[in-house]
């Protein structure tokens, strides 16, 4: 059973645009929702996080929307770079298990110039 | 602040041989640590959780008595591929968390390539 549903699994964003990535969850348990980036043979990096208290949250070009009732949950990445070329995960998390996350199937975005 | 570590970076063994691999957390203590395989192109599957002075809690379908697990302090966790073959090749990640908070921050990886 997937918990985490992801998509698209690519995205192709010319440069300046912006690049939207979709999570849907079904366990309600869930109250923690990262992002992670990763790039080739690296292993990720916590990227921007959101807990179901608040509907959106802001750091930088990177945006999380939350949508508690429909159990969704997106990134946007605003003004989209080269360097933002890479995988991205979203995740969902129970804060009584221990910080335990499960993880989406990842997006692979490449930003074309 | 929050560095996990991973040694080795790459390992290449041959089948039948056992391999360690450490994780560090350097600049915090992690009571938990958690273990995770991901194959080329895929997306990060749990092993295992690792709490520091007690046994590891696997997920289903990983074998314990091949996939041995040492938290033996705060800030190390050991992941060791017993009698190792070809299918065990992977990119292995450690993450850890601080005490207080959900985040987890993950180490580089180690790529194992079991010949």
């Known amino acids: 059973q997937q918990q985490v549903k992801q998509s698209p699994q690519s995205l192709i964003v010319q440069k300046g645009g912006i690049s939207i990535i979709n999570c849907a969850y079904e366990?309600?348990?869930?109250?923690?929702f990262p992002w992670y980036q990763q790039f080739p043979g690296k292993g990720p990096a916590l990227l921007i996080a959101?807990?179901?208290?608040?509907s959106e949250k802001k750091e930088g070009r990177f945006t999380i929307s939350f949508n508690k009732s429909a159990k969704q949950f997106s990134l946007h990445i605003m003004d989209s770079q080269p360097g933002d070329s890479a995988t991205y995960f979203c995740?969902?998390?129970?804060?009584?298990?221990?910080?335990?996350?499960?993880f989406g199937i990842g997006t692979k975005l490449q930003v074309i110039p | 602040g929050a560095v996990v570590s991973q040694h080795p970076s790459r390992v290449i063994c041959k089948s039948g041989t056992s391999v360690k691999i450490e994780c560090r957390s350097l600049?915090?203590?992690?009571?938990?640590m958690f273990w995770y395989r991901q194959f080329p192109k895929q997306s990060l599957m749990l092993m295992a959780t690792?709490?520091?002075?007690?046994?590891?809690?696997?997920e289903q379908g990983v074998e314990k008595d091949k996939f041995l697990i040492n938290h033996a302090s705060l800030t190390l966790s050991t992941l060791t591929v017993t009698s190792a073959h070809p299918e065990d090749s992977s990119f292995y990640i450690c993450?850890?968390?601080?005490?207080?908070?959900?985040?987890?921050?993950f180490g580089p990886g180690t790529r194992l390539l079991v010949l």
């Open positions: 993450s850890a968390g601080q005490t207080s908070g959900s985040e987890q921050y």
């Open positions: 366990n309600t348990a869930f109250d923690y």
């Open positions: 959101i807990r179901p208290d608040v």
């Open positions: 995740a969902a998390g129970d804060s009584g298990g221990y910080q335990k996350v499960t």
């Open positions: 600049d915090f203590q992690a009571t938990t």
């Open positions: 690792s709490n520091e002075g007690s046994k590891a809690t696997y």
